[in-house]
């Protein structure tokens, strides 16, 4: 690996309207990474009494094109921070499978994105295992620009893992995406209203 990039934060764009009653915000998450560059979201759902934790991310291309998207159940054990760090070491993973050599990583959890860099962090056993994966893998890449977001740019990924605390097993996509997810990817692109 030659780069890793930190604390770059694209400009999602947003454009406000005004009526005589109503205001509205259409907002389009996506910007377009480096050139040749995928770009990689994953997010992450801790467990509660309810459910049990989930871990999601989807991987596209540099034009947005759909390339791969997971949601995978975790044990009830994994804490929050862990769950995240699993998300994000399985993206990895996806994104070394397919071959990328320039990546793009977005995501809402800027402390799991900041514990896969700081091998000197204090962590429970499980949680330094899996930081120190996500270290090795990051290897792999000649460059890796971590950026986190706001969760309305980050709504694909959330939404896989949010799928993944219903699930009893893993779900993988490879080149078409589940339904679930495929009207936000679109509305990333093209954007979406919402009102204020």
Known sequence: MRTI??????????QLYCGSSIQMLHTIPWTTPLE???RLNFA???PNVLRHGGAGYVLREHHGLFKAARAEPLPNYFSHLETKLVALELG???AIAQGIDYLEVEGHSVDAIAVAFDDKATLTPSKSSTAHKCRKLLQAFKLVKFHPVTEFANRAAMKL???ATVEAGMQ???MEPPP?????LVEDMTGYWHGL
């Open 44 to 46: 992450a759902c801790g």
């Open 172 to 174: 993988h996509w490879i």
């Open 180 to 184: 679930e997810i495929a009207t936000i």
């Open 161 to 163: 893992a949010e799928m």
């Open 92 to 94: 990895l993973r996806e």
């Open 36 to 38: 040749d560059a995928w």
């Open 5 to 14: 990039l930190l604390g770059y934060q694209p400009k999602p764009r947003q």
